[in-house]
């Protein structure tokens, strides 16, 4: 209904509603709460929290984006706190507690300045710019990296599983992360690229973190099909199948009528002479490995055994892609088209036996472009955390490798850029200073909760890192286990540019986005008559 310009809503009965300073204060009050329960568990000596989901499953974990996903949050506001570390996630894999804390800090900046009767649309102003300045200046800040500085690599991978159970491995497991993206990654004259798509991720728990490994190859969760196959192939020479190794009963119901014994004989060996056909062309292409899309028919594997053939059948789509791509073999859809051209290379073909199960591993491949890890550890839950420390340490390193900058971690970036933002705000000027100042003193949340986290006076600590940064050291940050303030660039303390820039974006965003809201319009549930969606500031997650 629209009465002039004006539009009129007319709420449905039991809508709830609530409106300025109201709507805003307890949307700051719930999204701040929501930063404040993944604070404990931000860097190196960060806690742990046990998530139970509603069948009693446990989940042990310090990554924000896990414990994000996994608790219940009810309030709008909040969830959008929630979609800042999914944002994160999605566009970097690491930093997600960081982007959730300062997102909280900004807000909690952002009420103190509402109650001295700072208009939202004032600190709106400043934040954007206060965020603009701040990534401008990172890049200024940020070190260039060789692609092929291994060392540095591994010092990222490392930085990025500090906060992880798995950081008792970290250097063999940075070791192996870097050497899976140096295997994979795609360079042209303009560009590197990494495509994540290609590490295949195997997980089996029974064995310590340190027996983890990384296979320039693929690894299947399969045993080969015949117990007369060999069970290894050296210098295997590759298959991809994606057509049956049988003949379609369907096909055969549909055309012959066998009306006495002797026929159904005659059938019989004429199924048997096209696998033997089938299989034949095969094994003269040389193939002494065959990875099948479909079925294998008993004759078949006991023909491909004859011939000393390993062979796997139903082998995942997915699955046959990476194996092309490791082993630079083509899938093949028809046998007639068949030819030894098509074939791929392993070092080895071997089915090995883990804890019960038995896999099949292709290792020793030439130029692959996709690498599988294995990953151990003494129970599910630990295996699980490794796999995000994995994650996580891929993913660094792969914006490492892209964009060839780092920036200092342990607060140093966040408290240099306070920094400048506060010689900035004098430029500035006016009301919008105060938004700038208070965007400054939001980015110390960083360094300040890594000290508080590590058990240090963080008030001393912050006093100072800020005469360190004024003195005109940049990369000054909080080493955890003295609580003194170091060089973070020379205790290998560093990350990829794109995550702290990300970090900026998203927080400034999200923190802007909920300071605009000023009205909140709940309408009644339909069903179970439960009433508003819980914004009004309690039971907010
Ligand atoms: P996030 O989800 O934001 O990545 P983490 O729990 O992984 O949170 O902690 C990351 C923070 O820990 C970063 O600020 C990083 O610089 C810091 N950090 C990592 N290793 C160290 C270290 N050895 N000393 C000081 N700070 C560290
Ligand atoms: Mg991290």
Do not use: W
């Not at 997915?318 to 092309?324: F, P, T, V, W």
């Amino acid at each position: 209904m629209m009465i002039g310009n004006q539009p009129i809503i007319v709420l449905k009965e039991g809508t709830k509603r609530e409106k300025g300073k109201n709507a805003q204060s307890s949307n700051i009050a719930a999204a701040v709460a929501i930063a404040d329960t993944v604070k404990s568990t931000l860097g190196p000596k960060g806690m742990d929290k046990m998530l139970v989901d509603s069948s009693g499953d446990i989940t042990i974990t310090n990554d924000g984006a896990t414990i994000l996903k996994e608790i219940e949050v009810e309030n709008p506001a909040a969830k959008m706190i929630v979609e800042v570390a999914k944002a994160q996630d999605e566009a970097c894999g690491d930093g997600t507690t960081t982007a959730v804390i300062l997102t909280g800090e900004l807000l909690k900046q952002a009420q103190d300045l509402l109650n001295q009767k700072i208009h939202p649309t004032v600190i709106n102003i400043g934040y954007k710019l206060a965020s603009k300045k701040a990534t401008d200046t990172l890049e200024k800040i940020a070190v260039p990296l060789k692609p092929d500085d291994t060392k540095t690599l591994e010092q990222i991978a490392i930085t990025s599983m500090a906060s992880k159970s798995a950081y008792s491995s970290k250097e063999y497991l940075a070791h192996i992360v870097v050497s899976a993206i140096s295997t994979i990654l795609e360079k042209d004259e303009q560009a590197i690229r990494v495509n994540l798509d290609n590490i295949q991720i195997e997980k089996k728990a029974g064995a310590g973190i340190e027996k983890t490994d990384m296979i320039k190859g693929t690894i299947l969760d399969k045993q080969r099909s015949h117990q007369g196959m060999p069970s290894f192939v050296k210098n295997a020479k590759i298959a991809l199948i994606k057509a049956a190794f049988e003949i379609k009963k369907t096909e055969v119901d549909a055309k012959i009528q066998i009306k006495d014994p002797t026929q159904l004989q005659s059938f019989l060996d004429g199924e048997e002479n096209m696998i033997t056909h089938m299989v034949d062309k095969i094994s003269k292409s040389g193939a002494t490995v065959v990875f099948c899309e479909k079925a294998i028919s008993d004759i078949a594997e006991h023909f491909l055994a004859k011939n000393k053939i390993y062979a796997i059948a139903s082998v995942k789509e997915s699955d046959m892609e990476k194996l092309a791509k490791a082993t630079g073999a083509r899938i093949v859809a028809n046998f007639n088209d068949f030819s030894s051209s098509d074939l791929g290379f392993a070092g080895l073909v071997e089915e090995r036996k883990i804890e019960d199960n038995r896999m099949t591993f292709v290792s020793g491949c030439k130029n692959p472009r996709a690498v599988s890890f294995l990953l151990r550890g003494s129970t599910d839950h630990v295996v699980d955390e490794v796999e995000r420390a994995i994650h996580d340490a891929l993913s660094v390193v792969k914006l490492a490798v892209e964009d060839q900058k780092i920036t200092a971690g342990g607060g140093a970036s966040a408290s240099e850029l306070a920094l400048v933002l506060r010689d900035y705000s004098l430029t500035v000027g006016g009301r919008e200073q105060m938004a700038i100042e208070a965007f400054a003193s939001a980015l110390e949340v960083i360094p300040k909760t890594l000290a508080e986290n590590a058990g240090f006076d963080s008030i001393n600590i912050m006093l100072e890192m800020r005469s360190a940064h004024k003195k005109g050291n940049k990369y000054a940050g909080v080493n955890v286990e003295t609580g003194k303030i170091d060089n973070m660039m020379k205790a290998h303390v560093v990350e990829p540019l794109r995550v702290s820039r990300q970090q900026i974006y998203s927080a400034s965003e999200a923190a802007r986005m909920i300071l605009k809201i000023d009205d909140v319009i709940a309408s009644k549930a339909s069903t179970g008559g439960g009433g508003p969606t819980g914004y009004e500031g309690e039971g907010m997650y």
